[in-house]
């Protein structure tokens, strides 16, 4: 325990504690003096000491709060610093006027304090204030509920579960509350929709507070069979390469026939071509009977199994997340998504 009087004279306090022993609660009386500071001694009274902004509405106009501080010593009171710290400082502004070099006896000056929050939850900080008083630096306590800025659910008789046949398209029927105060915007992404099927989210503003009924239609397609045509008879490598001799070889054939026909031939001269033209001819027979005992034959045609386009039967989740920004732009934080089952037969 700490004794810091804000007065002179008797002090008085309880201290409480309870638990789970049956004498439960238990209280400790306090009590203490307060003397008063020497003379030309500074002391500094804050009212309030503490401040609460209590449950405010993210991104909503709250009110700003002010603090006196007094000089309520017996010498003049001398400010460093007016300080915002902790944990969610950036929720909170805070502007001052205690900027004199010093403050006499009874003069006061102001701190005014100001919240913005952008998340959601329990907001806390504190203000810092550094002078020559005895108990300086003083530490004044912020906090402040925030709810979420924009609620969605199903809009009567709505329901977050939809089921369509193939080819339908599935209306999910919300609706949006903004929380007291809220001004501003938002839009959504959907993800999870099925295959072959197609989510439109549109986005919506807020102005009055008034609930927005808003519906997130899921396009799904018809089951269609598709059936591919057959392909062509393939020929193994090997019949191409047969082919190509077997041209050669007659090409060849009527070339040297052609010869022998314009040169006259002879029994000298003429013996050689006619052994060259028996035995290209010998080899074009040869291919040619070795190209049909090879037994060529096409690949039997394969017909794929006929395929289906559509959106598959099934259920699938759907997960809507919104992205909410105030009136002047500022993105908002921690609005949770929301979860929609779509059944397709």
């Known amino acids: 325990m700490t004794f810091a009087p804000l007065g002179t004279g008797q002090r008085t306090a309880t201290l409480t504690i309870s638990d789970d022993a049956p004498n439960s609660p ?147 029927n919300l609706q949006l509350t903004p929380g007291p105060g809220f001004a501003g915007g938002a839009s959504f992404a959907c993800a999870g929709a099925p295959a072959a099927a197609t989510c439109t989210a549109p986005s919506a503003q807020f102005a009055s507070g008034a609930p927005v009924s808003y519906v997130v239609n899921v396009a799904t397609t018809a089951n269609t069979m598709v059936m591919f045509p057959p392909r062509a008879p393939q020929l193994p490598p090997f019949v191409w390469l047969n082919l190509f001799s077997l041209a050669a070889c007659c090409g060849g054939f009527v070339l040297l026939l052609y010869a022998c026909k314009v040169r006259r031939v002879n029994s000298i001269t003429g013996l050689p071509r006619i052994a060259a033209l028996t035995i290209l001819a010998s080899l074009c027979v040869f291919e040619a009977a070795g190209c049909g005992g090879a037994g060529v034959s096409a690949s039997p045609q394969v017909v794929p199994t006929p395929h289906v386009i559509g959106t598959p039967q099934g259920t699938s989740t759907i997960t809507l997340t919104p992205s909410v920004t105030t009136s002047t732009g500022i993105p908002l934080q921690g609005i949770p998504p929301i979860q929609l089952t779509l059944t397709v037969q």
């Open 26 to 172: 238990q209280s400790v009386q306090l009590t203490g003096i307060g003397a008063a500071p020497p003379p030309g001694t500074p002391v500094v009274k804050l009212t309030p000491n503490g401040v609460f902004f209590g449950s405010v509405t993210q991104g909503a106009a709250v009110a700003a709060q002010t603090i006196t501080l007094i000089s309520s010593g017996t010498g003049p009171l001398h400010i460093a610093s007016v300080a915002l710290g902790g944990t969610n400082s950036s929720d909170f502004s805070v502007t001052n006027n205690c900027i004199a070099p010093a403050y006499v006896v009874g003069v006061t000056c102001t701190i005014s304090l100001s919240l913005a929050p952008v998340a959601t939850g329990a907001r806390s900080a504190f203000i810092t204030i550094a002078d020559d008083a005895p108990n300086s630096p003083q530490a004044i306590a912020i906090s402040a509920n925030v709810s979420a800025a924009l609620a969605i659910s199903p809009a009567a008789p709505g329901s977050t579960s939809v089921t369509v046949k193939a080819g339908q398209t599935a209306a999910f």
